[in-house]
Nanobody, 119 residues
């Protein structure tokens, strides 16, 4: 049973910073692509960033230059450093673990952590 537990969300002022963490259970973390997604009220869930097994990163255009995704395989943890946040970053942020086994892709999700950007 894969479990992903996010933490670090909260209320932050525009221009401020926040760091999200996601701890994954299991022994195969280093073989997974890890990502952060977000969903704002009334909108579809969207990709924020993901990081490959080798550390290659990819970001949504809306967060490039402001957010940084990183991973610590020894701690089974992925992080999202959020800088210069904007009100439009307000959303529930979800951690994602993606495994490909025998050509089949498996997605696992955390419960989400709320990020609210407001003065």
């Amino acid at each position: 049973q894969v479990q992903l537990v996010e933490s670090g969300g909260g209320l932050v002022q525009p221009g401020g910073s926040l760091r999200l963490s996601c701890v994954a259970s299991g022994s195969d973390f280093e073989n997974a692509v890890m990502g952060w997604y977000r969903q704002a009220p009334g909108k579809q869930r969207e990709l924020v960033a993901h990081i490959s097994l080798g550390g290659t990163t990819n970001y949504a255009d809306s967060v490039k230059g402001r957010f940084t995704i990183s991973r610590d395989n020894a701690k089974n943890t992925v992080y999202l450093q959020m800088n210069s946040v904007k009100p439009e970053d307000t959303a529930v942020y979800y951690c994602n673990k993606r495994m490909t086994v025998g050509g089949v892709m498996y997605d696992y999700w955390g419960q989400g952590t709320q990020v609210t950007v407001s003065s």
